[in-house]
């Protein structure tokens, strides 16, 4: 339960119940009893990184039966690297130059629908993003339009934990996956895409790189690794080669000046990746996600009465692990605003997920620990009742 870290109480840090999820803000994710053994024994011996790094992603790749896999630190720096790997693929002898890209292709064609602020994340080794489209829709008529010899590549938001591939597939606004693979093929471009939280159900860590993505990158801390850990993922060998160049193992086992140095990895991070990775992958998700409605019960029953407070499953639809309060601020005793407030600024601290949806609060499960739920409840009656 919240409040077992003596180190935050001699620091006079106050600890938060996360009913938010995995934001970095507040720490990401906390790693199993497993993971953490895992650290502990990795820490005991020296290694060499180059061979650890090898090692794990060709177990990786085997685990995910794709062509090629890399520990990252963070799915932000699997971009960053991959962007790197596009910018210098035909110009290898530039590698120590970025992030100055003079004379290479550094433009990474995006459409305007399936902007975040992650994509920031390709421009940090020189890369440009060229965002293409209008309100209403982007073409493949658009993304052809704004090739040119400076476009090093094309780069596509495949989501995060709630966005199905499927309901992708079948929007309108945008050039889907499956048809930006054929786009980037007719055109020689790589495709780099952000698929961060893509890891449930399970064959999403390898469904882009199994149909012919040249570069993908995964959050860690969404199949309960660390906060900064991640994975790159990929179809091209070329671009995978480049990108482990570009990273700190370039900088340290070839004398190369990189840019990745800046973003290194402890071994005790690979090793944690690793091994979370093969835990999500053999983990009984039916149980898990059986066990979040039972513990999301036990708030959504005492509320669901509440005046002005309606409760529905979140997502709407697939895996259920919150619940999604919506709250009438004409009916109820505080606003769903007033309401998130209160419990950031309350006692104990209760971080609650907000979206899109107007006048709603979202209950998140998964980092919640045991028993927590029930002090998250009192706090909402407190306030709604």
């Not at 794709?66 to 790997?85: D, E, I, N, Q, W």
């Amino acid at each position: 339960m919240a409040g077992r870290s003596r180190i935050y109480k001699d620091l006079g840090i106050k600890p938060i119940i996360n009913a938010h999820g995995h934001p970095t803000a507040i720490g990401g994710n906390n790693p199993s009893a497993i993971v953490t053994a895992a650290m502990e024994d990795a820490s005991l011996d020296y290694v060499k990184m180059s061979e650890l790094v090898e090692i794990t992603g060709t177990r990786i790749a085997d685990m995910l039966d794709v062509p090629f896999a890399m520990v990252t630190p963070g799915c932000a720096a699997a971009l960053s690297l991959g962007a790197a790997a596009c910018i210098t693929k035909d110009h290898e002898d530039k590698i120590e130059q970025l992030p100055d890209t003079t004379g290479l292709p550094n433009e990474f064609i995006i459409q305007k629908q399936l902007r975040v602020n992650y994509d920031k994340a390709v421009t940090v080794p020189g890369g440009v993003l060229i965002e293409v489209g209008d309100e209403d829709a982007t073409t493949e008529k658009d993304i052809e339009s704004a090739i040119n010899e400076n476009t090093a590549g094309i780069h596509y938001l495949a989501g995060g934990l709630y966005d199905d591939p499927d309901d992708r597939e079948k929007r309108s606004d945008i050039v889907s996956f499956n048809k930006m693979i054929k786009l980037a093929d007719r055109n020689n471009l790589p495709l780099l895409i952000d698929a961060a939280g893509q890891v449930y159900p399970t064959n999403r860590l390898s469904y882009y790189a199994q149909n012919g993505a040249d570069l993908v990158g995964y959050g860690g801390k969404y199949f309960e690794g660390l906060n900064t850990s991640g994975l790159l993922l990929g179809a091209s060998k070329n671009l995978m080669r480049l990108a482990y160049r570009h990273s700190f193992l370039g900088f340290e086992y070839e004398n190369t000046r990189v840019f990745g140095r800046s973003i290194k990895m402890d071994r005790q991070t690979v090793i944690a990746t690793y091994v979370a990775l093969e835990e999500w992958l053999k983990m009984d998700h039916e149980s898990r996600l059986s066990e979040y409605e039972t513990r999301l019960n036990k708030i959504r029953y005492e509320i669901t009465n509440l005046p002005g407070v309606t409760v529905v499953d979140f997502p709407g639809k697939g895996m259920v692990e919150g619940l999604r309060l919506i709250i009438d601020k004409g009916k109820a005793a505080v606003s769903a605003e007033e309401l998130e407030e209160s419990l950031k600024n309350g006692s104990p601290i209760i971080h609650l997920r907000t979206d899109g949806v107007k006048d709603s609060l979202i209950i998140r499960i998964q980092t919640v620990d045991d028993g927590d739920e029930q002090l998250i409840l009192k706090r909402l009656k407190e306030e709604l009742d």
